[in-house]
């Protein structure tokens, strides 16, 4: 039963799916993948009309190849707007909203969107971090949202 339970919150937490968007090979490897830059979009889950655009490192070789390489923490990020923004249901001051794994176990890349109702704007930051040791790299964004669209917070 908890089992169950514990599933049915995970589904109803919405966290973003990255699209593909592009890549550029950094390095050849002879063997296995070469090293990679790679551009992914995601929609913010609870923000209509907000795209994300990630860059980011990814190992390649045999590493890359069986999935066991740890990506650098290094990643870039750009919001926009890309239709109306429309803001269903209250958001949180602070919400993370996507993340995804750089290593075999124990580091992510995670991006938070932080709400500053001063400026009437959303603000997206993404790091990685690790279990024991994170890294202090980091990049951010804003997408300014029209004062006749009041962002509500909870």
Known sequence: M???VFTLVL???PVAHAEHIGSVDTAF??????HKIVVEAFDDPNVNGVTCYVSRAKTGG???ALGVAEDKSEASIACRQVGPISIPKALPDHEEIFNER???VFKKLRIVRMVDSK???LVYLTYSDRLIDGSPQNAVTAVSVDRATAIPTR
């Open 119 to 121: 400026r009437n704007a």
């Open 11 to 13: 589904a109803a937490c």
């Open 29 to 34: 490897m002879l063997i296995g993948p070469d």
């Open 2 to 4: 908890k089992r169950f």
């Open 102 to 104: 750089i290593s075999l």
């Open 62 to 64: 045999i590493k890359g």
